[in-house]
């Protein structure tokens, strides 16, 4: 079945450690997104990437950063993770194009220690 | 950055009865989405919506993009035990940016 895969489902990592989480698709959708999900809250829309092109959310920290080095594959790259950056992390992609339709990953949830 | 209020926050109803929620905003949206969520899970689409006054039907569930383009509603008709979690509305605009609202968390008691 085309799918959205989250790698891993749970991660635990240190202060200050940095750390990345990773997002494969088989839909062959243009469009890579990254959420943020605290608990209890709504996901917060961290950037995409529509192909190679990047787009950064205005309020996004810079200690997060993303890589797409192909169609298939988004990376999420904490630099230095805070008590704070604990949360859910929810990889989702669409087609593009006028077609707003997402499709999300089983998310990550990540603990700071 | 933008706002949706979802309401409202929480439902408790009886299995069979029809359920109704809407999402309210300040901003005009081009597309107005409806997920459900169960815990420990993504988000899964439940309805998408493109045009100012369409109402969609997926099953047991409507929903209808608001003419002011500021508002979106879900219904659930005939619930049953599995329509239980967490609705969220999600509003797009821009290009691909997407908020999400504060979402409705739903029980059916059987």
Redesign the interface.
Known sequence: DAM?I?NPRYQVTQFGKPVTLSCSQTLNHN?M?WYQQKSS?????LF?Y?DKDF?N???TPDNFQSRRPNTSFCFLDIRSPGLGDAAMY?C?T?R?G?D????????T?LTVT | GQQLNQSPQSMFIQEGEDVSMNCTSSSIFNTWLWYKQDPGEGPVLLIALYKAGELTSNGRLTAQFGITRKDSFLNISASIPSDVGIYFCAGQWGSNQFYFGTGTSLTVIP
Request: proline fraction near 7%; charge should be negative.
């Open positions: 959205v989250q469009v997104y809250q709504a996901p917060k829309l995409h529509y787009n959310e205005a309020d929810l989702a669409s593009g006028e707003y339709e997402q499709y999300f990953g089983p998310g949830r």
